[in-house]
């Protein structure tokens, strides 16, 4: 038995030609197949140098299983979970490094209906038997190219989402950090175009670039701001979005070039489905909370508390019938969209939004920014992160009004509360911090945490 060291925590990525290389993805395209006993299974791929490659070793993989393979060429993550339910897959799998260095890569899979693999009965399965190599045999499958027809199904879903009729005259900056982006978005934009949306897009770093001249696609980065903000600064834009690399996040910039952090994103998009169905139930991680369980009961809707993860944000999404679910990281999900996470549905959302509102983004933001402060997500190297986080406890526990393990721990007073989470796949804890319209206190409490923490701050 060969073990497989790509597989991490919730996904599977590694260094090429260290741990992952197309011996590798062939073994896992093909434990994938024969796990699901598949007939059929979907296979995209990123804009990176050995994505297409590592695509054409999964298919052979899994069509040696027995499975047929449709393929969606470059196409982004969640077009691979809209094809898995569109046609009626057993499985589907992306081969995509999302935001990693350039010299990774790695795999997304999802079972029938788009759902996320388990952990022990999907994951670890798949894991042993790339590891094994122990193949049933089969009569091998066929390779059936679906991109054309998986666009366009993709793109009639994601502007299901919104009245086309309804958006006025915007102009906005679309930054696709030379990932997979830049075609998807151009068949949305022609659709948008052909349905007479007065939409006018500035298009930065737009072609697909395995190099990435600009640098790797992460929004989040500070120190990536600037590609998107200045354009929307320069052009008098009304706003800004930037994409990752295989674009199931999105990033958003108000007209003032401004970065609209992600837990006020989740707020927003809560309150948009909430318009449209009244008393539906939202979903969100546990790390930044306030403002949107403050929309959510403003609106009448009902708040569901998740673990971080998309496995576990699907999951509760699913079992309560949520109308969307969302992550302060950026990730956003929806009941419409197979309970799956879209970068692109976000920002058509907020485009009506500016509409229907007659608000700017900033507008829309700011009185949240106000009332509930947030430090944004702070990563902390350390030595044993559960001795850190004691640390912290030990500090605070007798003073909380309330504390929650549901993902790390979460500890709430009467004007402020925190989130200490360690890392699954690195040496860091991560910690955020809210307060009610202090922002000056929030530095204070995140000064006082630090000391307790020890290590480096990231």
């Keep these: 038995m060969t073990e497989v060291t790509c597989f991490k925590a919730y996904d599977i990525r590694g260094e090429i030609g260290v741990n992952i290389d ?115 045999t089969a009569e091998s499958g066929k390779e059936i190219d679906r991109s054309a027809e998986a666009r366009k199904a993709y ?72 590609a998107t903000a200045d354009v929307v600064k320069a052009e008098n834009a009304d706003f800004g979005v930037a994409f990752d690399g295989d674009f199931d996040r999105c990033f958003f910039f108000d007209e003032t070039g401004q970065f609209v952090p992600g837990e006020y994103v989740v707020g927003l998009l809560a309150s948009i489905f909430l318009e449209k169905e009244v008393g539906a139930k939202i979903v969100h991680d546990p ?38 679910g969302g992550e302060m990281s950026a990730h956003h999900y929806f009941r419409d969209f197979a309970y799956c996470d879209s970068g692109m549905i976000p920002w058509l959302l907020i485009a009506e939004l500016v509409y229907r509102s007659g608000h700017s983004l900033g507008d829309c933001v700011k009185d949240r920014f106000a009332a509930f402060p947030s430090s944004g997500e702070i990563n902390f190297k350390v030595a044993d992160g559960g001795k850190a986080i004691e640390n912290v406890l030990s500090a605070y526990r007798a003073d909380a009004l309330s504390i929650d393990e549901t993902d790390g721990v979460s500890v709430a ?30 530095a204070s409490h995140v000064s006082a945490i630090v000391e307790l923490l020890g290590g480096t701050r990231t």
């Excluded at 499985?91 to 899979?109: D, L, Q, R």
């Excluded at 309804?166 to 934009?189: E, H, I, Q, W």
Aim: a negative charge; charged letters at 20%; proline letters at 5%.
């Design 22 to 136: 197309e011996a590798v993805v062939y073994r896992i395209g093909r434990a994938v197949a024969q796990h699901f006993r598949a007939k059929s299974v979907v296979i995209g791929f990123d804009a990176r140098a050995t994505s297409p490659a590592f695509a054409a070793a999964a298919s052979q993989g899994a069509r040696d299983a027995g499975a047929d393979v449709m393929t969606i060429g470059m196409a982004g993550t969640e077009e691979m979970y809209w094809a898995v339910t569109e046609f009626g897959a057993c499985a589907g799998i992306e081969v995509t490094a999302s935001h990693n260095p350039i010299n990774y890569n790695g795999i997304k899979i999802v079972k029938s209906q788009s759902r996320p693999l388990d952990d022990a009965g999907d994951f670890q399965v798949i894991k042993a038997l790339a590891g094994s190599q122990e193949w049933s």
């Design 155 to 226: 793109v009639d879903c994601v502007l299901n989402f919104i009245d086309v009729e309804a958006l006025r005259p915007l102009k906005v900056v679309v930054n696709s950090g030379n990932g997979a982006a830049g075609p998807t978005f151009d068949a949305v934009a022609l659709r948008l175009l052909e349905l007479g949306a007065p939409l006018e897009f500035i298009r930065v770093h737009h072609t697909p670039d395995a190099t990435f001249p600009n640098g790797i696609p992460n929004p989040l980065l500070p120190k990536n701001h600037p």
């Design 287 to 324: 790390r930044v909370i306030w403002n949107t369980q403050d929309i959510v009961a403003q609106k009448a809707g009902i708040a569901v508390q998740s673990k971080t993860g998309h496995a576990f944000i699907k999951q509760v999404m699913r079992s309560h019938e949520a109308v969307y």
């Design 413 to 442: 007073f009467e004007d402020w509360r925190f989130n200490l989470r360690q890392s699954n796949t690195e040496p860091l804890v991560r910690l955020n911090v809210e307060g009610t319209g202090n922002a000056d206190a929030i």
